[in-house]
């Protein structure tokens, strides 16, 4: 796989010189060189990203190309749906599959939970192949609690690679079968007993030679199913075939010994009977082929339904037993993994609900059967890997919608309103995502971006607003025929005309202007004869011709520097017949001639990646020219000499990035080192090839490593958890945010102004998000969580202060406090002078009052001019003709109305002491009833109200003051009812 992400362009490259005295003779200076240009840059190195992934949604399986565009995440692979991780295990809602996101995510190991078992208490202990729940280190088995915690006490440790398949609780006693030689250092061989309290390893100790996979109690005896057998078997003596029982408290077997030929999967206890299912074909001696039914006392029962192949799952509700496998007959009868027959004679019922692949768990819960498995339906709906089928054969509306890389469901414990379900899924309710998808960088969910592609991506290539893909695909967008390789629109994922049309695998893809260059498995693009890599018109998509390095074998890794292409496969020669192995660099431009750049490794090259003037290669190799180096090398960028730098793997490695002074890579490889045990994925110092403590940890191989710019880093491959995360198929490995300049306040800190809190400078991945809290005198103000704050009477005397926390995807926060800023005390009084300057006026258009206030500080200004009333009223030059109004009242053109007028009113703010100049303009009544007043009266008396505030408290200062206006000659409309302007 090819990383094209950052990388700088090195020294011009020299023509095809072969002469291999000249290139040895200068590989000792080169490699000096750049181990000193390696030394230099050691300091330029940026913050590391967590260890721990970002929550963000995951692939039901492999992600083998990433590239990131802005804040958009693409994916290549071969997956089908992408959805929130759960991990494998889920609390369900039992009416809609609904999955609630609060309980502890079990992660590490294998990523599995094969056993549940309700604790009677509201909790539940659960068994399989994990190292973490929560979080929490737990080795295959824990005890979650009835509010969803971890049980902090409860810690028993099994070994690395060790799986708990069985539970079983009884009398104050967890019984645990599995695959295991012990427990907290305790020799127990596959089963053991663990106080239900404390965890600590009791005295039952069956010390069965083979894996114990089923468990059930009756009383004081414990039924045990698996694959031990032979002469010491059983209490390392003892011979039990497949199947025993034993004491409850000290584990010594008992005389039940139904001797089955072959593996027992599944014990179900009903009264004296004794179900037993798996992959045997005899029984005490009788056929039973996969399923049969033996007595307490170990006599075997005539019941006998005839399964044709293996049942893994056994439940009894009732007169009926409902069995699970991937067989396709009860006796006669056709049944496609599902079943039930009765519990007396074996004879299949009716109910038939045919799931169209493996059954590995029931349970039974009233009159609904939960069947959980590795099937897409089942009842003809679909249903994936989980469902609920009533007694009756209807499905249920109960749809998880499942979904992992196996994602089968191997326990099920139905609990009130919940289900719980364990397995090896990694998600639920996910979207349709065939083998292409983004996800967005800011919150990690899915976005509409759907290519939908027939089968794998493997490259991925962002320019512009087009993604190009390659792969093994031979349509896209459900219909439009793209061989191979394609190009979409970058948000909506349609494809566009560009169509090279190759005849088999692209894996690899890099562009340099307007050439797009591929490398693959094929020979042919459309009519063209082409060697396993070509540069096409990226554009158009039709070859250039007069470019052809014609290598001899399939190209795996492109990356461009500058005007050379580095190239990295699996051929031996290059050029028509030139002997060069793995890797090459040719130009970009002309016919795509060969440099002397030859590092000559003795094994396949699946990533290059050019960083200034050093090349890093990974894939499966153990020298450079003659130097050692396993796996992982740098050299320089003129000839491909190996530098000293030497991470010194053990495994293959798929695909590198580089990210300021870190190398980053993923494959199937480990650490060799002693001290530090690190596999799949790791980061090394750039310049002295130190691993450094970064550690996912995925449990299988990673096909896919990108560094975006804000050093966030991404991985993609097979793996299904990390040690501490569920995360299956894609990880986003932020770095935290770090704040480098604190936030500030602005505005000015008294009443009734408004302050604004500034973010400060961060660093680490974006995007971020950002949320604020506001403090008066370090303690939090209720509601004050904007970006803005109005500083209110409280405050006077007190220390105000804001927070700003940013978030990214990473786990962690940070969070920066301002300086604070002091709100004066209030004062007890407030003085201003209030008053008219002069002698105030009507303007003679518009009838606007001019006057000018003084004050002796900041503060608010309200004021209110109304008429004052004459004898028959302000407005009638004499007493009415008709009628008198009533107290209160004037008459205003022969109408009644409030003896008060309103001229005007208003507010003006005065920012600091001094003189305040303000307008009053007549409101319409004022206007009316100023022009009245004028026809009869050289002058009219008005009322000024003003009330002033001060900004940092105290009394309002109200002053009252009339004045007579005399207004200049108006002009007035020549219309009935005369109006000012």
């Known amino acids: 796989m090819s990383d094209i992400g950052r990388f700088q362009r090195g020294d011009e490259t020299i023509g095809p010189l072969r002469a291999a005295s000249r290139q040895g003779a200068i590989r000792s200076v080169v490699a000096l060189l750049t181990s000193l240009v390696l030394l230099a840059l050691a300091g330029s190195a940026m913050a590391a990203p967590n260890s721990t992934s970002d929550t963000t949604y995951v692939t039901n399986g492999t992600v083998s190309a990433i590239a990131r565009a802005g804040n958009t995440i693409y994916l290549g692979g071969q997956f089908s749906v992408v959805g929130p ?10 009416a809609s599959g609904a999955d609630d996101p609060t309980l502890p995510q079990v992660s590490g190991g294998e990523a599995a939970v094969e056993a549940v078992i309700s604790d009677g208490n ?109 002469g010491d078997s059983t209490n390392g003596t003892l011979t039990r075939n ?84 991937i067989f396709t007959q009860l006796g006669a009868n056709t049944r496609e993994s599902l079943g039930a027959v009765d519990a007396t004679s074996g004879v299949a019922t009716s109910w038939a609900p045919n799931p169209d692949g493996d059954v590995q768990s029931i349970a039974v819960s009233g009159t609904t059967i939960y069947v959980g498995g590795y099937f897409d339906s089942i009842a003809g709906k679909n249903r994936s890997d989980l469902a ?52 967005n960088a800011a919150d990690g969910t899915v976005t509409g971006w759907n290519p939908n592609a027939d089968n794998d991506v493997s490259a991925l290539l962002v320019s512009g607003n087009t993604v190009y893909l390659g792969g093994s695909f031979s349509t896209i967008n459900g219909a439009t025929v793209r061989h191979y390789a394609a190009a979409v629109d970058s948000t909506t994922g349609t494809a566009n005309a560009w169509n ?22 094929f020979t042919e693009l459309g009519t063209f004869d082409v060697n396993y890599v070509a540069a096409v018109d990226a554009t158009t998509g039709t070859p250039d011709t007069s470019w052809n390095p014609d290598p001899d074998g399939g190209i795996e890794a492109l990356a461009v520097s500058g005007s050379t292409l580095y190239m990295g496969g699996d051929f031996g020669s290059i050029n028509g017949g030139v002997s060069q192995f793995n890797a090459a660099a040719v130009s970009t431009t002309g016919s795509g001639t060969v440099t002397e750049w030859n590092p000559d490794p003795n094994g396949y090259v699946d990533a290059i990646v050019p960083d200034g003037g050093t090349i890093y290669l990974g894939g499966s190799f153990s020298t450079i020219g003659a130097t050692a180096r396993h796996d992982l090398a740098a050299v ?166 804001c927070v700003v926390t940013a978030a990214n995807l990473a786990a962690t926060t940070a969070s920066a406090t301002s300086a604070q800023v002091s709100v004066p005390t209030a004062t007890a009084t407030v003085a201003a002078t209030v008053g008219f300057s002069g002698s105030a006026s009507v303007n003679a258009s518009s009838g606007t009052v001019d006057f000018d206030e003084t004050v002796t500080a900041a503060g608010a200004l309200r004021w209110t001019l109304t008429f004052k009333n004459g004898k028959y009223g302000a407005f009638d030059a004499k007493k009415p003709k008709h009628g008198h109004c009533t107290r209160g009242q004037v008459r205003l053109k022969q109408k009644c109305g409030p003896a008060t007028i309103v001229y005007s009113q208003g507010h003006a703010n005065a920012a600091e002491a001094g003189k305040l100049d303000f307008s009053a303009k007549p409101t319409a009544a004022g206007r009316v009833a ?40 108006l002009k007035q409309k020549k219309k009935k009812h005369e109006m000012l302007r």
Request: glycine letters at 14%; one cysteine or more.
């Open 85 to 94: 991780r759960t991990g494998p295990f889920a609390s369900l809602n039992a």
């Open 122 to 230: 509201g909790g539940e202990y659960i068994g399989g192949s994990f190292t973490h729940v929560g979080g929490v280190a737990r080795s295959d088995v824990a005890h979650i609690l009835a509010n969803g915690t971890v049980d902090p006490n409860w810690d028993p440790s099994f070994g690395v690679g060790d799986v708990v398949y069985a539970l079983a609780l009884s009398s104050g006693n967890v019984y645990v079968g599995g695959s295991f030689s012990k427990v907290d250092g305790t020799v127990r061989n596959n089963a053991a007993d663990l106080n239900a309290s404390t965890g600590a390893v009791g005295s039952w100790n069956p010390d069965f030679n083979g894996d114990v996979v089923a468990l059930a109690v009756d009383g004081s005896t414990v039924y045990v199913g698996g694959e031990f057998s032979g």
């Open 242 to 325: 497949y199947l025993a029982a034993v004491s409850s408290t000290i584990g010594a077997a008992t005389g039940w010994d139904p001797n089955a030929s072959s593996g027992v999967s599944a014990i179900a206890i009903s009264g004296s009977t004794i179900y037993v299912g798996g992959y045997f074909s005899s029984i005490g001696g009788q056929s039973r082929t996969y399923a049969a039914a033996v007595d307490t006392s170990g006599s075997i029962d005539a019941w006998d339904p005839n399964p044709n192949s293996t049942v893994y799952a056994l439940a009894v509700s009732g007169s009926t037993v409902y069995l699970g496998g």
């Open 388 to 439: 609920a089928v009533d007694a009756d054969g209807t499905l249920d509306g109960f749809d998880p919608e499942l979904s992992g890389h196996i994602a089968a469901v191997s326990a099920i414990l139905p609990d009130g309103s919940s289900v719980l379900a364990g397995g090896d899924f990694a998600t639920a309710a996910g979207v349709t995502r065939d083998n292409a998808a983004a996800i």
């Open 500 to 521: 090279p049309d190759a005849n088999s695998d692209v894996g690899a893809l890099a562009i340099s202007g307007n050439t797009v260059f591929l490398g693959g498995e």
């Open 636 to 801: 320089d960028n003129e000839y491909g000499a190996a530098t000293s730098w030497s991470p010194d793997l053990s495994g293959s490695v798929y695909a590198i990035a580089v990210s300021g002074g870190t190398v980053y890579a993923g494959g199937l490889f480990s650490t060799p080192d002693g001290s530090v045990s690190i596999n799949n994925a790791a980061a090394f110092d750039a310049s002295t090839g130190v691993v450094t403590s970064w550690d996912p940890d995925p449990n299988n191989q990673v096909e896919a490593v990108s560094a975006a710019s804000d050093g966030t880093i991404y991985l993609g491959g097979s793996f299904t958890t990390f040690d501490l995360d569920a995360q299956a198929g894609f990880g986003s490995f932020s770095e935290a945010p770090a704040n480098n300049a604190l936030p500030v306040i602005s505005g000015t800190p008294a009443l009734g102004q408004t302050l604004t809190c500034s973010n400060g400078t961060w660093s680490g991945s974006t995007p971020q998000n950002y949320t604020y809290k506001w403090l008066r005198d370090g303690t939090a103000i209720g509601g004050a969580t904007g970006t803005s704050y109005t500083v209110a009477a409280g405050d006077a005397g007190h220390q105000l202060a």
């Open 930 to 969: 100023l022009a009245y007043a004028l026809k009869h009266h050289k002058g009219i008396t008005v009322r000024a109200t003003l009330i002033f505030q001060a900004s940092l408290g105290g009394p309002a200062v109200t002053h009252t003051s009339t004045l007579t206006i005399t207004p200049r000659a």
